[in-house]
Antibody, heavy 114, light 108 residues
Framework: QVQLQQSGAELVRPGVSVKISCKGS????????MHWVKQSHAKSLEWIGV????????SYNQKFKGKATMTVDKSSSTAYMELARLTSEDSAIYYC???????WGQGTLVTVSA | QAVVTQESALTTSPGETVTLTCRSS?????????ANWVQEKPDHLFTGLIG???NRAPGVPARFSGSLIGDKAALTITGAQTEDEAIYFC????????FGGGTKLTVL
């Protein structure tokens, strides 16, 4: 069965970056693009962007350009998202989802605090 | 950016039919918005239900169906079960995906 396993919770200081991962299993990883979604109390769900797991090219929500960078490692069936220059506004749960929004990872809580 | 609006909360009884809707601030929702519906259960467990307006995701029970009703996207649960109590989000495509605020469905 399709599973998306995300990395664990992160507690990070303002100004640094964090990289979270999402490992796909139970399907051919490169058959479907990977989406990333942010969940926060203030904004409910926000689509960050999508990356082709085959070609590695990404498309971003304009709001997250410069903030999020999505990459993939086909050899390990893992997608990554790096969030840069973190502020308290970035504290949220981040999810990967594929294909389209059929299957979701369990979420990665990112807390930005000094 | 477009704003997507859903009912904040609905209540239904087991066995009843309930319809959740998804409205776009830019006008009528069409098949070009590829409406998706996802379910969130406690502990942030998300499951995709419907993609492309009316295509059920693999393994989703047949009681869940998607459609366009009037100028909105709709998710209909025919014969609601107690386990369908959850928050339901729609997402519409505008060259970005935009999610609605979610509908908290109570089944009792």
């Amino acid at each position: 069965q399709v599973q998306l396993q995300q990395s664990g919770a992160e507690l990070v200081r303002p100004g640094v970056s964090v990289k979270i991962s999402c490992k796909g299993s139970g399907y051919t990883f490169t058959d479907y693009a990977m989406h990333w979604v942010k969940q926060s109390h203030a904004k409910s769900l926000e689509w960050i962007g999508v990356i082709s797991t085959y070609y590695g090219d990404a498309s971003y929500n304009q709001k997250f350009k410069g903030k999020a960078t999505m990459t993939v490692d086909k050899s390990s069936s893992t997608a990554y998202m790096e969030l840069a220059r973190l502020t308290s506004e970035d504290s949220a749960i981040y999810y990967c989802a594929s294909p389209s929004f059929a299957y979701w990872g369990q979420g990665t809580l990112v807390t930005v605090s000094a | 950016q477009a704003v997507v609006t859903q009912e904040s909360a609905l209540t239904t009884s087991p066995g009843e039919t309930v319809t959740l809707t998804c409205r776009s601030s830019t006008g009528a929702v069409t098949t070009s918005n590829y409406a998706n519906w996802v379910q969130e259960k406690p502990d942030h467990l998300f499951t995709g239900l419907i993609g492309g307006t009316n295509n059920r995701a693999p393994g989703v029970p047949a009681r869940f169906s998607g459609s366009l009703i009037g100028d909105k996207a709709a998710l209909t649960i025919t014969g609601a079960q107690t386990e369908d109590e959850a928050i339901y989000f729609c997402a519409l495509w505008y060259s970005n995906w935009v999610f609605g605020g979610g509908t908290k469905l109570t089944v009792l």
